[in-house]
């Protein structure tokens, strides 16, 4: 059973740069979150969604942060004019359910660095 | 005041000792509760889950809830230096959403 998958696992982007992440959660599960961690710092959530709709995104920066989860494909998260500052590791978590009861399990994270 | 606080430490504990890690928070309505290990570089790991008040045991790990005093606690027996590592507490909040504390750095010296 795979789990939660992540590409890329390192991206470079120059400054101004679009950046593109992709997440396929695990089989079975519909819930994907997205979380950013800075270096020496704790995980971040930035967006929760399901299938074809995002249901809080209280944690993304209301500027060039996008993310979706389509029908058929993975989530994808969408950094557009990327900055130095935007340099982090993003994880992508899913479960097969929201609530409590429900652990999220994580991706091995995309690396961004912005040049 | 932080929504899941934790000691950031490191928490430097000799080989085969118990490490015991803690974990505050503050939302009284928090239904769960979680710890999570993450290796350098890598992503966080489940390792334990805990909903009602008292200890939950599950090999060297032992995970402990006191609802009342808004605590849960992490205590690993026979630390090895492979549980080197930060470990995270997240809190699944009132608001539906689960918060992640700071992490704790373990080191576990032989």
């Known amino acids: 059973n795979a789990g939660v998958m992540q590409n890329p696992r390192h991206l470079v982007r120059r400054r101004g740069q679009e950046a593109r992440l992709r997440c396929s959660p695990m089989?079975?599960?519909?819930?994907v979150y997205w979380y950013r961690q800075l270096p020496e710092e704790g995980l971040k959530f930035m967006v929760y969604l399901q299938k074809e709709n995002i249901i809080d995104e209280s944690g993304m920066p209301k500027e060039r942060f996008s993310a979706e989860f389509p029908k058929e494909g993975p989530s994808i998260l969408r950094i557009q004019q990327v900055v130095r500052g935007d340099s982090a590791a993003y994880f992508c978590?899913?479960?097969?359910?929201?609530?409590?009861?429900?652990?999220?399990?994580f991706g091995p994270g995309t690396r961004l660095t912005v040049t | 005041q932080k929504e899941v606080e934790q000691n950031s430490g490191p928490l430097s504990v000799p080989e085969g000792a118990i490490a015991s890690l803690n974990c505050t928070y503050s939302d009284r309505g928090s239904q769960s509760f979680f710890w999570y290990r993450q290796y350098s570089g890598k992503s966080p790991e489940l390792i334990m889950s805990?909903?009602?008040?008292g200890d939950k045991e599950d090999g060297r790990f032992t995970a402990q809830l006191n609802k009342a005093s808004q605590y849960v606690s992490l205590l690993i027996r026979d630390s090895q230096p492979s549980d080197s590592a930060t470990y995270l507490c997240a809190v699944y909040s009132s608001a539906s959403k689960i918060i992640f504390g700071s992490g704790t750095r373990l080191s576990i010296r032989p």
């Open positions: 805990i909903y009602s008040n």
């Open positions: 978590a899913s479960s097969p359910r929201q609530g409590p009861s429900y652990e999220q399990y």
């Open positions: 089989k079975g599960h519909s819930h």
